[in-house]
């Protein structure tokens, strides 16, 4: 049996107020994966993140983590990280103590802390700024803080909801490559939601396009995984092709949307 890290089995979620956010949805993750999502506003994108972080609960279906139930892994084997829009920092706390945060939580004493909180600050590039204020940032710099928070619990997999949308291009690619460097060296699973086809196709190694009226999976597209993610693959003919690819899948996905929408 093939090792999966999430596993999603005809997994529906109706909200209380009557809207269907997914149709059943099956869809199995492995691990070092990195998948993104795209599709048109509404398509069940963030819903599809939220049942996989275990915040929402389908409605039918069900859904394994490491082959077993959320509880059932444990907490040691489901090292799991969310990364949201907002890098929703505590604006009174230093840099270092924003990342320490998750480890405070779980009662991590400050000697243990303090190394792993260094690592993640090194790894993404902010160690220099380890006893700023979030208002001494730049929004990129706050972006790395929240990743920072999001790897010093070392997790195995890791899940961002649009997390560089409000960025500038140029700082959204740098974060970019920082995050398939990372990916690559920790043998992380990512998934992904973005509205960013380019930044799909430069991360992904699968790339999930949906569509609405009600969310589901449209079509899949995959990148091999070998090509290094970095400007050499940011500037080539296969990462143009890629893009022109997803595109026309987005507007097919687009256009299965309205139709069921007016149907
Ligand atoms: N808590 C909720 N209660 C009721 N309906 C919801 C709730 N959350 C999402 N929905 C609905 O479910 C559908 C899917 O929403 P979701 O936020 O997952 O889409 P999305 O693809 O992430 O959208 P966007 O790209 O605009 O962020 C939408 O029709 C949305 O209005």
Redesign the pocket.
Known sequence: MQETVISIQSAE?T???G????APITLDIHPKERIG?I????????????LIANL?QPSSGHLTWWNKGFAEVGKENRRLSFVFQEPTLMPWSTVRKNVRLPLDLEGISPDVSAPRVQQALEIVGLAHAADRFPAQLSGGMKMRVSIARALVTRPNLLLM??PFGALDELTRNRLDEDIATLCAKDDLTLLF?T?SLYEAAFLSTRVMV?A????RIFAEYEIDPSIPRNEEFRLSDTFATICQDLSKLLIQASQSSLLAEVA
């Open positions: 979620k909200f209380p107020n809207v269907q956010g997914l999502l599709g048109p506003s509404g398509c069940g994108k963030s819903t599809l993140l939220k929402h909801d649009e939601v509205h949906m609405a009226h009600p969310g």
